[in-house]
């Protein structure tokens, strides 16, 4: 199935509410007369200027702590508000040209989700215990790896299928543009292959991403009939090759890419919720610009980290609260900076060339330290070039079978026009336009 028409030219802007509003952690807790999640009206301006085309919003269903021990999906956090506030957000969303996303968690429930309160106190012949999987007959209820707070969810059972497609049904006919499925790797594809499907019926237009971390990505996109999956492999390339100097770890993860671009459109990043924040993650920060150029000049749909946008540090630890350092509190809208200036070149230039959405790349030129790629598609291509050498990195165009070319961008370069050859600067980066 063809993903919807609107993705082609979808760039997120992803935040996480409860953090980002100041929601969680906090003590007190804030309440819903307090209309926290309309504080992120007051930075679609912010998106629209980034380049953005939609936000990509983290959990902001009604849960006990971090929003992924959902305790109704039918009702908006209170700590966040209610549903008035939802509405106005996706309303003054869509006047602005944004899609809004929303993350939702069906893999498993917080313990105080009425149906698992019903059959703790009801017992195993209870007919709310058919909600939950179990470790054994008559044994205790399962949880998310290992984690006692978060409840696993019977797939296997009709009522839970039925009350996914109704979550996912309410909040689309409420003015959403998607979903993010949480944990879906741990969820069986055929569940996913009754519900979404009958949420296509009515809504047509909703995109489904799954976020799938290894694995067969190919594979499981089908059996679940997905739009998209998360490219965590990508992801992993790109920092890691990076900081090893090992470019040939690159070039496997976008020859994999390609294969994907086969079948499927990936959500791409560099930066979300759940890891170590780019510029954290790199060892050199000069290489913050080569990540990003990554992202934004090969295939996929890109999601932007807010706060990347403006270089913030962050570093994710396992541990209880070791996400708070990546999920901050947002208060003031970001100064002029370069890098933010960055992000909005090459975000307007990815939207300029919108055929980059399904672009394959083909590398160039390989050793560890320097690397030359084409991405291509119907519409056009693009060469990049990327050195994280200590030498100058010398591009002619006649040998990578290009006569002539003009230099869009690059580290301190301005525009070239017609040129044969030029040199990428130590740690430097470029991006051409073939003749």
């Known amino acids: 199935m063809p993903e ?9 802007w992803q935040i996480y509410p409860l953090g980002f509003v100041g929601a969680f952690p906090a003590d007190p807790s804030p309440g819903p007369d307090e209309h926290r999640l309309r504080r992120v009206v007051d930075w679609l301006d912010h ?24 305790t109704d999906h039918f009702r908006i956090d209170p700590r966040l508000g209610d549903d008035a506030d939802f509405d106005e ?17 069906f893999n498993h429930v917080g313990t105080d989700f009425a149906q698992y309160r019903d059959a703790l106190d009801g017992g195993p012949d209870h007919p709310a215990s058919a909600w939950f999987r179990r470790r054994g007959p008559q044994s205790r209820f399962d949880t998310f790896e290992g984690h006692g707070e978060l409840i696993a969810l019977n797939h296997a059972s009709t009522e839970v299928v039925e009350y996914t497609t109704a979550v996912l049904r309410h909040w689309l006919a409420r003015g959403a543009d998607g979903w993010r499925l949480d944990a879906a790797y741990a969820v069986p594809d055929r569940f996913w292959a009754q519900v979404l499907p009958r949420v296509r ?15 067969d990505y190919t594979t499981t996109v089908e059996a679940a009939t997905f739009d998209s999956v998360t490219q965590y492999e990508l992801w992993k390339a790109i920092w890691s090759s990076l900081n090893d100097g090992n470019f040939h770890e690159l070039d496997w993860g976008l020859q994999r890419h390609n294969d994907f671009l086969d079948t499927f459109v990936p959500l791409t990043f ?20 080569h990540a990003l150029v990554i992202l934004l000049t090969t295939g996929g749909t890109p999601s932007i980290y807010a706060g990347d946008e403006s270089g913030y540090r962050g570093v994710k630890e396992e541990r209880r609260g070791g996400d708070d350092a990546v999920r901050p509190r947002f208060d003031t809208l970001p100064e002029d900076s370069d890098v933010l200036r960055f992000h909005r070149y090459l975000i307007g230039l990815r939207r300029r060339h919108p055929w980059l959405h399904t672009a394959t790349t083909t590398a160039l030129k390989l050793t560890n330290t320097q690397y030359i790629y084409r991405s291509t598609a119907a519409d056009g291509s693009l060469i990049v070039a990327l050195n994280v050498d200590d030498a100058p990195l010398t591009v002619s165009l006649p040998e990578l079978g290009t006569p002539a070319g003009t230099v ?28």
């Open 4 to 12: 919807p028409g609107w993705v082609a030219h979808a760039i997120w």
């Open 47 to 70: 998106a629209v200027e980034l380049g953005a085309s939609g936000i990509a919003l983290g959990p902001i269903f009604a849960s006990r702590t971090h929003g992924y021990d959902t």
């Open 89 to 105: 957000l996706v309303a003054q969303a869509h006047q602005r040209g944004l899609r809004v996303l929303l993350d939702g968690v």
């Open 201 to 215: 019926e009515e809504f047509a237009d909703a995109w489904f991403v799954g976020e799938v971390i290894h694995g």
């Open 270 to 289: 560099v930066g979300n919720h759940d890891v170590t924040r780019i510029a954290s993650q790199l060892s050199n920060p000069d290489h913050v610009e």
């Open 408 to 435: 869009l961008a690059g580290s301190g370069a301005p525009p070239q026009h017609e040129i044969t050859e030029t040199e990428v600067p130590p740690h430097g980066w470029l991006i051409i336009q073939p003749h």
